[in-house]
């Protein structure tokens, strides 16, 4: 019997969050199983290719939580498409609590998984949180600043500061909301400035029935900005780290991710792929980055 997927929604600090909850055949029968809380990188929704993950995963025997931060997707909470990572945080640590309270959930073997700007922030929550007993973190965005600096030339990155700025001042007196494409055609302003960005979000968009929407709020590129989720990478020992990265990342950059692999305390795993960003979602990249997400958790949870 595979695994069961239902759409279920969980409070966190007011909002309403939804979610894909899988259920394992052996919880179905009524054995409690280790669990596994996951989410998108920036932007995205929970449809976009990530249920292939959370169905692997949960056909082999963990439940599986896959959500909708607040203000994306399915999930509840104004302005829309506003991505603070403080919030996503916490949205991440009720995901957590609400999956230890299902009765298939054994409530001690709590693995999280993130891709990209998710990625980071399994490893914050992680240094900090000690529910989570095991880490994978995929083509994770380790500083913010570092690769808004790869992304843009310099003129642009000067300018979109500029906006920045006075998005707040138009925010302050007026409360007015203003948005930038997250990717866009090349040479248009957007966050996500690689060729294959826009592309992919495009294509993998389609499957979350118009929900995603191709922006963020100026608001959460000034948090970006200032994002540093490596920071304290080294405390997140002694729970399991798993990092996964491609070997041609212009998005989340190869080599801000290796040095902060370096700076990470064992227990600590790192599997390279050949491939850029967006190769672990699909064909062989999905193949060899789920498997080895997989075996992280059966060896650490099971």
Not at 50 to 57: K, N, V
Not at 156 to 163: D, G, H, I, L, S
Not at 272 to 288: A, N, P, R, T, W
Request: proline share 7%.
């Amino acid at each position: 019997m595979p695994a069961t997927r239902r759409d279920v929604v969980f409070d966190s600090t007011g909002t309403r969050c939804s979610a894909f909850y899988y259920v394992p055949e052996r919880a179905q029968a009524g054995a409690q199983c280790p669990a596994i809380v996951m989410a998108h990188g920036i932007g995205s929704t929970k449809e976009m290719r990530l249920p292939a993950f959370a169905a692997q995963f949960a056909n082999a025997g963990f439940v599986v939580t896959l959500f909708d931060y607040r203000n994306l997707g399915a999930s509840g909470g104004e302005p829309r498409n506003q991505m603070l990572p403080a919030a996503q945080h916490e949205d991440y640590r009720n995901a957590i609590t609400w999956t230890q309270l299902q009765p298939e959930a054994d409530p001690d073997r709590i693995g999280l998984w993130g891709t990209s700007y998710s990625a980071g922030h399994v490893l914050h929550i992680s240094a900090f949180d000690r529910r989570a007993k095991a880490v994978v973190a995929q083509a994770p965005v380790v500083s913010g600043y570092q690769t808004a600096r790869r992304l843009m030339p310099p003129i642009v990155f000067a300018a979109t500061r500029q906006m920045v700025s006075d998005d707040r001042v138009r925010r302050y007196q007026a409360g007015e909301i203003s948005y930038l494409p997250l990717a866009a055609p090349e040479g248009k302003p957007c966050l996500l400035s690689t060729p294959d960005s826009l592309a992919w979000l495009n294509d993998a968009g389609l499957a979350s029935e118009g929900r995603f929407d191709n922006r963020i709020a100026f608001e959460s590129i000034q948090h970006f900005f200032h994002y540093e989720p490596a920071i304290h990478i080294d405390a997140i020992a002694p729970t399991p780290l798993r990092m996964i990265v491609t070997d041609n990342d212009l998005l989340a950059p190869t080599d801000l991710a290796l040095a902060a692999y370096a700076r990470a305390m064992e227990p600590k795993s790192l599997v390279l792929i050949k491939g850029s960003h967006f190769d672990v979602y699909q064909g062989d990249g999905f193949e060899v980055s789920s498997k080895a997400a997989l075996e992280w958790f059966e060896m650490h949870l099971t």
